[in-house]
């Protein structure tokens, strides 16, 4: 049966007719190429390289920036491109969103003339792959306390330290890593051969199976001097790419519900108890109305904020809003899809588990819910309440 | 060389088709794509078209919503875009008179299409195309190649496979091939969108009010399938013995 995506107010009829080409295209791929080889991507726990290949022919990757053969569409198609991507699986979209919004982001906005150059067209073509590296083993939502350190040198940097929690960082060929250059917080493009770096996959997951998550080791990891990226710094520099990479979460968290509802919905049809299909008892009934109802506040809840990211007229708060808030409907959504499947839920004949235990990362990774309430806290009241002496 | 593709755009194969008044409601198809051996056609044309430095014309003939399918196929790469723009179901010897003039105007030496529309099946497109244009026409083909002032064409046989050469304006209705079909890249959609679609009306092509020949009367949903039935245990062993014989026929 070919999957038709839920969309209640029709809010794709707003798209524009390339966004709707470029859905039509990433859903048709999807459709093809991911679904009938996730759940053996995931048993492996291997990211297809066919799939690296794909994104990059599609020429998708870092969507909305412009120039050095980057795509140049809207964040509004940025969005699309990751609700249809995120339809497939959380880690596939984890894929996209690390190299364009946290890889190729900052090249584009922070980097050299000469770094954009040699960079973004090898990573738009997906023939290079990025990894960012902010967060570590002590330094989640607090990553201004970070402790991996640069040192700068007669004619190079030295980097000393450890992330965690890399999505793509075994299979990257570089790095945009966060560091502290004599206390104030830098960004430096390592590439995978620098000496002292190293890049162990982290295993045992139970979510994001189908994704490589890392660690990345400095141990006086040597780089030349024009790695540093010129044009930021402080914190301003790794939240600027969280805006962009949240944004695509919020719209992506969408495809992962309508997969859930799809599968709840054509289940409950076809599934027989009492003799009479469970679609047609109220209980069932109420749950799906409730799966109905907050995918369309999602989507309208993303579409505006694309609109309002493509005129420039925004802010990180209403980014948060969204992130928090669509991904927080998609795993409740998915549990609820678990619950209508029964038994069956819990195998990956159906995709409902496996996006619920994706979601449970997607919940926490790039701001978890309760900083991005934490943020919207702030916002209201204009009182922090991230820390206080105790 | 002029390589047009004949593209039609039908009710998508998964698309729920309803009948009102005994004919099939255009208004509830929820999704139209371009017919499925087309899509093989324009392939075909793609590939020819960057073997010889060709330039490949699309044309397709129906309602404004067909606009989107030519669109598509300058995604993937077709040069010029020709829409006949007609609200009204036409018959089909009209709709090769529209596309053959369209032909002949624009100088194209070979001709693309596929065997049959998903939709009506009818596979008179390409041959009765061909008829008009007094040209060379293969049918069912799986693939045509341009070589020393000849086209070559690969179909099935009773043996096995069959080459057809032939020389000359020739058309060619292309079955499900070997190749892959290629996929759009978001380059493609932008190029795409600043093509422009000529659009021509019929009374251009001197299409008069008179000439429907072919009337459909009626349309109809196939027959409701009756519900199987369900034997258990070994037991009923005779009994779906004497059905498979009597009912069904099979043995």
Redesign the interface.
């Known amino acids: 049966m070919d999957y038709e995506a839920l969309d209640f107010y029709e809010v794709d009829s707003l798209l524009s007719d390339e966004e709707r080409m470029v859905r039509d295209m990433v859903r048709d791929w999807v459709d093809e190429e991911v679904i009938p080889n996730i759940e053996n991507a995931c048993r492996e726990g291997i990211f297809p390289d066919e799939w690296r290949v794909a994104l990059g022919e599609m020429g998708v990757l870092g969507a909305p920036l412009k120039g050095y053969d980057c795509p140049g569409l809207s964040y509004t198609a940025y969005g699309v491109i990751c609700r249809e991507l995120e339809r497939g699986d959380s880690g596939l979209r984890s894929f996209a969103s690390v190299q364009g919004s946290l890889a190729m982001y900052p090249i584009w906005d922070f980097g050299s003339e000469e770094q954009k150059m040699h960079y973004l067209p090898k990573m738009a073509s997906g023939e290079w792959i990025g990894c960012f590296g902010l967060t570590e083993p002590d330094y989640g939502s607090n990553p201004g306390d970070m402790i991996t350190k640069a040192e700068e040198m007669e004619d190079h940097y030295i980097l000393n330290g450890a992330k965690m929690w890399i999505t793509n960082g075994t299979m990257a060929d570089l790095a945009v890593v966060w560091a502290k250059l004599d206390g104030v917080i830098r960004g430096f493009i390592v590439e995978k051969n620098d000496p002292g770096f190293s890049a162990p996959e982290m295993k045992g997951k139970h979510s994001l199976k189908a994704s490589v998550t890392s660690e990345l080791v400095f141990q006086d990891c040597k780089i030349p001097k024009d790695r540093i990226l010129p044009g930021v710094k402080g914190l301003r520099g790794p939240f600027s790419c969280l805006n962009n990479a949240r944004f695509g979460i919020s719209w992506g968290a969408i495809g992962a519900a309508q997969a859930c509802f799809y599968s709840a919905k054509d289940y409950a049809l076809s599934r027989i108890q009492f003799d009479h299909p469970i679609a047609s008892y109220q209980l069932v009934q109420n749950k799906l109305s409730w799966m109905l109802r907050e995918i369309t506040k999602a989507q309208l809840l993303a579409y505006h904020l694309g609109q309002k990211k493509d005129d420039g007229k925004w802010i990180p708060e209403h980014i948060s809003l969204a992130k928090m808030n669509n991904v927080d409907i998609a795993l409740e959504i998915a549990r609820v899809a678990r619950d209508i499947h029964g038994a069956n839920g819990i195998l990956d004949e159906y995709p409902v588990m496996r996006h619920m235990a994706n979601l449970e990362s997607v919940k926490t990774y790039e701001g978890t819910h309760d900083i991005h309430n934490l943020i919207l806290g702030r916002h209201i009241t204009g009182i922090q309440s991230f820390t206080r002496e105790i | 060389m002029n390589i047009a593709v004949l593209l039609k755009q039908v009710p998508?194969t998964?698309a729920k088709i309803t009948i009102s008044n005994g004919k099939v409601d255009e208004n509830s198809v929820s999704k139209w794509s371009m017919s499925p051996y087309d899509e093989y056609a324009l392939e075909s044309g793609l590939k020819m078209k960057e073997a010889t430095g060709g330039n490949l014309i699309a044309i397709t003939c129906g309602p404004e919503r067909t606009k989107?399918m030519l669109?598509?196929a300058a995604?993937v790469g077709a040069d010029t875009l020709i829409h006949i723009s007609e609200d009204k179901v036409l018959d089909s010897t009209q709709v090769q008179n529209l596309l053959a003039t369209v032909i002949n105007n624009n100088e194209i030496e070979v001709v693309l299409c596929g065997k049959q529309a998903a939709d009506t099946n009818a596979g008179s497109t390409g041959p009765g195309v061909a008829e008009i244009l007094d040209a060379a026409c293969v049918t069912m083909v799986s693939e045509v190649s341009f070589s020393e002032n000849s086209f070559i064409s690969v179909r099935p046989s009773n043996t096995g496979t069959e080459k057809v050469s032939t020389s000359g304006i020739s058309v060619f209705t292309f079955d499900k091939g070997l190749s892959e079909l290629r996929?759009?890249?978001?380059?493609g959609?932008?190029m795409?969108?600043k093509k422009v679609i000529e659009t021509i009306k019929p009374e251009e092509l001197g299409l008069g009010e008179d000439s429907d020949r072919i009337i459909l009367q009626t349309q109809d949903s196939p027959a409701e399938k009756e519900p199987g039935q369900i034997f258990e245990g070994v037991g009923e062993i005779p009994t779906i013995v004497s059905k498979l014989r009597n009912e069904a026929n099979v043995i």
């Open positions: 998508d998964t989107k669109t598509d995604a996929r759009p890249n978001v380059r959609i932008m795409a969108k």
